[in-house]
């Protein structure tokens, strides 16, 4: 596979185009990112952060790296990698972020799905530190960066592919760094998502779904693709860790956990929304 780093990173604090320099990015002002041994750049300015460890734990992280490791979102890997690349002759160079990459895993699904047919320079962003440093730690060749989606720390119009996987869409920012006619591959849970679970921590489960309905603005819609599939879990670890890598661990009370942590086996409907969205040319 032909899967190399993104270089089109910005300045976060003035928006200048980063230039490598050895062991760290700098921008014509004088600013200066160092790259950690790992492999990795920290592109989130103290001043930024509404925490001082924002996103996942590292917990979290691990949880989820057993949990996708073990391949039971594979199907939804696939729906993501095949919708980067409908369309795309081979032979051909596509930019992407994967905005939300947690320990990277949908982007190596990608980069494999990819094979030797197109090559990728690939860009991972989380706000987690340990979801960054988790996924440098398993492959070097992507750049990956601990950033926000609220200000990505990457150059106007640099990017072919933007995917936001069960993320925190910011479309003001993913059409400003997405070509004319660069797409967003967005993924959300549908109403039934995980309901078998819901059902068992929460006193009463509300109907709802987080698919997004409106067109976000400089985008049009160009394909919505509705996958659904049972999930049989067996065993409490990866019950658990199904549960630590999503939001319900914190909404849910200590009773609801207890309840979730007795279980040692579990069938799920896994109820998600692909949705594919194309930036428009701008005017002129």
């Not at 928006?15 to 592109?43: I, K, M, T």
Request: glycine content about 8%; proline content about 5%; some cysteine.
């Amino acid at each position: 596979m032909t899967t190399k780093a993104f270089e089109a990173l910005a300045c976060p604090l003035d928006g200048e185009p980063l230039y490598r320099e050895s062991s760290s990015w700098r921008c014509a002002n004088g600013h200066n990112f160092d790259v950690a041994r790992q492999g990795y750049v920290h592109l989130l300015p103290v001043q930024k952060k509404r925490s001082k460890d924002p996103g996942d734990s590292k917990e979290m992280v691990a949880a989820r790296q057993r949990f996708l490791g073990a391949g039971y979102y594979q199907p939804i890997a696939e729906a993501v990698s095949a919708a980067v690349l409908k369309d795309v002759s081979e032979g051909s160079h596509l930019d992407c972020l994967d905005a939300g990459c947690g320990e990277g895993y949908y982007l190596r699904q990608l980069a494999s799905a990819a094979g030797g047919r197109v090559s990728l320079a690939v860009l991972g962003l989380d706000i987690s530190k340990w979801a960054v440093l988790a996924a440098a730690r398993k492959d070097r060749a992507p750049s990956w960066v601990v950033g926000s989606n609220a200000n990505l720390p990457v150059q106007p119009a640099s990017l072919d592919r933007v995917l936001c996987t069960f993320g925190f869409p910011v479309y003001s920012e993913f059409a400003r760094v997405l070509k004319p006619g660069g797409k967003l591959i967005q993924v959300d849970a549908g109403q039934d998502h995980l309901r078998e679970l819901r059902e068992i921590i929460y006193p009463q489960v509300r109907a709802e779904s987080k698919k997004v309905d409106e067109v976000p603005e400089g985008f049009r819609r160009v394909e919505t693709q509705d996958l659904r599939f049972t999930l049989h879990l067996e065993g409490a670890e990866p019950i658990a860790d199904l549960l630590a890598m999503t939001p319900h661990l914190y909404r849910a009370s200590a009773e609801g956990r207890a309840r979730a942590a007795q279980l040692d086996s579990i069938s799920l409907t896994v109820d998600v929304c692909l949705q594919t969205f194309e930036r428009y040319a701008p005017a002129g």
